[in-house]
Nanobody, 126 residues
Framework: QVQLVESGGGSVQAGGSLTLSCVASGYTISGHCMGWFRQVTGQEREWVARIESGGITFYIDSVKGRFTISKDNAAKTLYLQMNSLKPEDTAMYYC????????????????????WGKGTLVTISS
């Protein structure tokens, strides 16, 4: 059974930093596309960053230069380093991964992510 468990959320002031972690169990993160998404209550879930099966990273424009996605295959952990945080970054952040049998992200909804964590809340005050 695949499980993704996020941690690292919290409340910080604008300009601060947080590092989110997502530990995977029952899943080999090496060679699989994974990503971070966020959602504000009442709004649609938004893609934030992804790391492709080959290690290439992509970011939504609003976080480029501030956020860094990475993973530690041995630790089965996906990270999101968030710097220069802004109030508009406030959201529930979710870790996601593609199906085991389909290691690449696709062009479909949510880049084909299949497994989701339960989220970790990030609150940025001005």
């Amino acid at each position: 059974q695949v499980q993704l468990v996020e941690s690292g959320g919290g409340s910080v002031q604008a300009g601060g930093s947080l590092t989110l972690s997502c530990v995977a169990s029952g899943y080999t993160i090496s060679g699989h596309c994974m990503g971070w998404f966020r959602q504000v209550t009442g709004q649609e879930r938004e893609w934030v960053a992804r790391i492709e099966s080959g290690g290439i990273t992509f970011y939504i424009d609003s976080v480029k230069g501030r956020f860094t996605i990475s993973k530690d295959n041995a630790a089965k952990t996906l990270y999101l380093q968030m710097n220069s945080l802004k109030p508009e970054d406030t959201a529930m952040y979710y870790c996601a991964a593609v199906p085991v049998f389909s290691p690449r992200c696709t062009a479909g909804e949510y880049y084909g992510m299949h497994y989701w964590g339960k989220g970790t809340l990030v609150t940025i005050s001005s």
